[in-house]
């Protein structure tokens, strides 16, 4: 039966790659003269085996957008929960999916300004990111300096942004405040240290995995494991708690933080990675996670004096229609690049034919830093063609505790 139902999965994963690939050349006999580009497909919401590579037409620029021949594509977290249909308002499969890339600008729509064939730029993207070429509105792109690779630029916007904006828009960071933030190996965290460093005499505290705390311990004041009770002892060290907590991992770690906070600190929730623990969605870990978040009473808020706040870039972006907030924040970070107070860091580079594989690594928890998809790398010939091991019911098996080969076996580290 197994075998039957691997086989029928083939068969139809093989039929929606037809159709793809079908709809190209109707699109393509129907412009002429349209031409084709290689993309990640997401065929549908679920597990690793919904995404491939495909070829599809390529886009071209409308009024007031840039055309981008893509060189680097930045992966996150939050692509995983897309691939898991685990967040809201979801365009239907199939779909490509990635918010963020770099590349060179290859031609303009009408009526757009501040950008020449040629120049090298990054960009974000609603969607369609993970292909060779992308088209989005010339008010979410940014060019990019000369010292600065296309693989730092795809780990540059959505992490440097984000971080920024949760540290001084809204928790307001200054001179002698102290900041806990969670998963402090991953992109975010990493940014979160290094622009907590252009403050004087700031303490941070990070959270993560005990096998990450070598490459990272210098770039944090405290370090912990993230799966110790860590909150003896940061209170140890700050007795009264912390100005700042970002927290991008939700369900019962919400409480910690709100416990953590001295008065008039600030709780951001800017992600909820707890609730992602096999490789499909699962309701359970939804309302595990759920669940597990302490119930906020404005009235307590009112006595400690605690701010507790939400922050989406994405959401700002494209919904919210903040694109000149964003760009001013861009500018102010190119301007610490430029001083080389910050440097995105690359945790490893990937082919688009290896999205399966770097999207494990991400689930893993394995990165230290940005994962990257390089469209013009070549895919390695000892890449397993799944690196997902699966139970019989289909969810991912859980590793033994302390176990971390399936960690440290990538070998693309940048």
Wanted: aromatic residues 8%.
């Amino acid at each position: 039966m197994a075998k039957e139902a691997a086989g029928m999965t083939e068969e139809t994963e093989y039929m929606i790659d037809r159709q793809v690939s079908k709809e190209a050349d109707t699109a393509a006999e129907s412009s002429g003269d349209a031409k084709e580009m290689r993309a990640v497909i997401l065929s549908g919401f679920g597990g690793l085996n919904k995404l491939r590579v495909s070829r599809k037409p390529m886009p071209e620029p409308q009024e007031g957008e840039v055309k981008i021949r893509v060189k680097a594509c930045g992966l996150n977290f939050l692509d995983l929960m897309v691939r898991q249909g685990a967040i809201e308002n979801l365009p239907k499969p199939p779909l490509v999916p990635g918010f963020e890339c770099s590349g060179i600008v290859e031609s303009v729509g009408e009526n757009t300004e501040g950008f020449e064939i040629g120049d090298r730029v990054m960009a974000f993207v609603n969607y369609n990111a993970w292909a060779e070429v992308v088209c989005t509105p010339a008010v979410l792109v940014h060019k990019i300096p000369d010292e600065m690779t296309f693989a730092e630029a795809a780990a540059f916007s959505l992490n440097f942004v984000a971080a920024y904006m949760m540290l001084f828009e809204v928790a307001n960071l200054r001179d002698g405040m102290s900041v806990l933030v969670h998963s402090a190996g991953g992109g975010v965290g990493q940014a979160v240290a290094q622009l907590c460093s252009t403050v004087p005499n700031v303490t941070v505290f990070g959270i993560a995995s005990c096998f990450k705390h070598t490459a990272i311990r210098d770039s944090v004041t405290h370090l912990f494991d993230r799966n110790a009770d860590y909150t003896q002892e940061v209170k140890r060290i700050c007795p009264e708690g912390v100005d700042i907590l970002l927290d991008c991992l939700s369900g019962e770690n919400t409480g910690k933080g709100l416990s953590l906070l001295k008065p008039l600190g600030t709780y951001i929730l800017y992600g909820a990675s707890n609730t992602v623990t096999g490789e499909t969605k699962s309701f359970f870990s939804f309302a595990k996670s759920w669940w597990q978040v302490e119930k906020v009473n404005p009235i307590k808020l009112y006595e400690e004096n605690k701010v507790i706040a939400g922050f989406s870039l994405l959401n700002l972006l494209f919904k919210q229609g903040r694109c000149s907030l964003v760009k001013s924040v861009m500018d102010k970070l190119l301007c610490l690049y430029n001083q080389k107070k910050i440097k995105p860091v690359v945790d490893s580079l990937w082919a688009l034919e290896e999205v399966k594989e770097a999207m494990q690594r991400i689930h893993d928890r394995g990165n230290i830093g940005k994962l990257i998809l390089d469209v013009e790398k070549t895919p390695t010939p000892l890449m397993a063609s799944d690196s997902t091991e699966t139970s019989e019911t289909g969810e991912e098996e859980e590793e033994p505790e302390g176990d971390n080969d399936s960690k440290e076996r990538m070998p693309f580290i940048h």
